[in-house]
């Protein structure tokens, strides 16, 4: 079955640090990727995509993502978190297909520590 | 653009009432979506709308939900009988809806938290 995976529900960092929020799909044929960040009682923020083209992406407020065929990896980074980087975060993959939908991982949460 | 509009927020129901939610959707966007989303998950899709056409839906959606989308604009979605597992937020999507579905992302909603009791 296709499935997205986020290794780690929650992980915490200090102001300041690298953040790296970890995604690895299941695929056979390269998918579309995606990722989202949720802000408490608010719907999903689109980040960055990936649909062809170079695997480095970058998005919003400094996040960047790179797409590893190989290793059937999307992992998110950050150089230096801020504070207002705390939020739920989501991979999203979108197979074609029979199944023809955006599918989620299960989310990391990140907290940010002063 | 005003982005994807919901309502209400927030519902508290009684076990076995009928409730209803409304999604206006990005103007000129011609794809609708829900999801569901409990407490420590991503997302599930439910079903999604091309115009007012219902495309498809998932194995989530019991015969209690049912969705609609009349005039290719607003949409619905109603739970019939609530249970307390239909707890969750919903969340609603819309998207423009080209040719390449892929590179169209999704405009979320703020979504509508339903609390059954």
Not at chain 1, 102 to 112: M, P, Q, R
Not at chain 2, 36 to 43: D, N
């Amino acid at each position: 079955a296709q499935s997205v995976t986020q290794l780690g529900s929650h992980v915490s960092v200090s102001e300041g640090a690298l953040v790296l929020l970890r995604c690895n799909y299941s695929s056979s044929v390269p998918p579309y990727l995606f990722w989202y960040v949720q802000y408490p009682n608010q719907g999903l923020q689109l980040l960055l995509k990936y649909t062809t083209g170079a695997t480095l992406v970058k998005g919003i407020n400094g996040f960047e993502a790179e797409f590893k065929k190989s290793e059937t990896s999307f992992h998110l980074t950050k150089p230096s978190a801020h504070m207002s980087d705390a939020a739920e975060y989501f991979c999203a993959v979108f197979y074609g297909g029979a199944t023809n939908k955006l599918i989620f991982g299960t989310g990391t949460l990140l907290a940010v520590q002063p | 653009d005003t982005g994807v509009s919901q309502d209400p927020r927030h519902k508290i129901t009684k076990r076995g009432q009928n409730v209803t939610f409304r999604c206006d959707p990005i103007s000129e966007h011609n794809r609708l979506y829900w999801y569901r989303q409990t407490l420590g998950q991503g997302p599930e899709f439910l079903t999604y709308f091309q115009n007012e056409a219902q495309l498809e839906k998932s194995r989530l959606l019991s015969d209690r939900f049912s969705a609609e989308r009349p005039k290719g604009s607003f949409s619905t979605l109603e739970i019939q009988r609530t249970e307390q597992g239909d707890s969750a937020m919903y969340l609603c999507a819309s998207s423009p809806g080209t040719d390449r579905h892929y590179n169209s992302p999704l405009h979320f909603g703020n979504g509508t938290r339903l609390t059954v009791t």
